[in-house]
């Protein structure tokens, strides 16, 4: 099993930038396909981006390709979300997720591991 833990959200005004990042405990990182996901209130959680075991492939929602920038670092356990051009329709709680196998899936069912969330807040 793997434990995470998100860091790194906040309050920034439209335009601005943010870099989450998500450590994680347990079992070999590498094992594990990493995402990040999305919760605004009212709405469900949706899929933000995805990234395979070694880093070479990534996955992106359609609304933030081209602003957000998925990575992670294996030696040292983490997995960042870089967030630029922010807009005020980003706002919401990130999480962090983890799945064992090689598929950088969206979809929230196929995540067994979550962190607890950091809330990002983008003024207008």
């Known amino acids: 099993q793997v434990q995470l833990v998100e860091s790194g959200g906040g309050l920034v005004q439209a335009g601005g930038s943010l870099r989450l990042s998500c450590a994680a405990s347990g079992r070999t990182f590498s094992s594990y396909v990493m995402g990040w996901f999305r919760q605004a209130p009212g709405k469900e959680r949706e899929f933000v981006a995805a990234?395979?075991?070694?880093?070479?492939?990534?996955t992106y929602a359609s609304s933030v390709k081209g602003r957000f920038t998925i990575s992670r670092d294996n030696a040292k356990n983490t997995v960042y979300l870089q967030m630029d051009s922010l807009k005020p329709e980003d706002t919401a709680v990130y999480y962090c997720?983890?799945?064992?196998?090689?598929?950088?899936?969206?979809?929230?069912?196929?995540?067994?591991?979550w962190g607890q969330g950091t809330q990002v807040t983008v003024s207008s």
């Open positions: 990234i395979t075991r070694n880093g070479a492939g990534t």
């Open positions: 997720a983890a799945r064992l196998g090689s598929a950088a899936y969206t979809s929230v069912t196929e995540y067994p591991y």
